[in-house]
């Protein structure tokens, strides 16, 4: 905000570790220009998903594979997708946050949990569901973006590589503590989306639940905290 000239919310929302569309969502909902949120966040999970599994091959080797088989079963993926829906209406009804990723993703966890479910979904889900993702925060570019475009990539490119030097060093002290696997405590600390490091995570043989869960905590913090602290911000003078 002070180096490039952005307003609060665009700077704000730009520059928090959370998911990519859900983001752009609160920051248009706060003010913010969608084509810099969108393209400060992409940035930042571009860098991740590029350099996180490039520094594992060359510090960490190959290490131990840990292999997730996941079968597809139709019958409940007929009951979760009508269920996530009604759970997404629900949540959008009570005006929560990203409802058709919270909604779904609350059902699907809370019935893998109760019914101990080892399933996924079918070949080409998870790409289309990329698909959608980029081309929806595609949608936001314009031309006047790129006018003021090397400034403002520049600096969210410093911040994305502090806030990664950061969760490398909580991931190291969590496998301190914890004894985890390294690779996947990191993994699951990384700034990037769910979905993204979910992937990488499957890519690279490993634990993706624990992933995914680290990265479901973190987003659901960023989620729930960071319009309450904008607005918060808001209310004091520049």
Wanted: net charge positive; charged share 10%.
């Amino acid at each position: 905000m002070r180096r490039t000239g952005e307003d609060r919310a665009t700077a704000f929302f730009s520059s928090m570790p959370g998911g990519s569309g859900e983001m752009v969502n609160l920051g248009a909902r706060n003010g913010a220009v969608s084509s810099r949120v969108a393209a400060g966040q992409s940035l930042r999970v571009l860098v991740v998903v590029l350099c996180v599994p490039a520094a594992f091959k060359y510090l960490l080797g190959d290490g131990a594979p840990v292999f997730h088989p996941a079968a597809v079963s139709w019958w409940w993926l007929a009951l979760l997708f009508p269920a996530g829906a009604l759970a997404a209406w629900v949540w959008e009804f009570l005006r929560q946050p990203n409802p058709w990723l919270f909604g779904p993703l609350l059902v699907s966890a809370a019935v893998s949990i109760g019914w101990d479910l080892h399933i996924g979904l079918p070949d080409g889900g998870s790409q289309i569901g990329q698909w959608l993702i980029g081309s929806g925060l595609g949608c936001h570019f314009n031309r006047q973006f790129f006018r003021r475009a090397p400034s403002f990539m520049g600096r969210t490119l410093i911040a994305t590589v502090l806030t990664m030097l950061i969760a490398t060093l909580a991931a190291l002290a969590l496998s301190a503590v914890t004894h985890l696997d390294l690779r996947s405590l990191t993994l699951g600390m990384m700034p990037g989306g769910i979905a993204e490091m979910s992937l990488t995570a499957e890519t690279l043989q490993l634990s993706v639940p624990l992933v995914t869960a680290m990265q479901v905590m973190r987003l659901l913090f960023v989620l729930f905290l960071a319009e309450p602290l904008f607005k918060y911000w808001n209310r004091t003078p520049d």
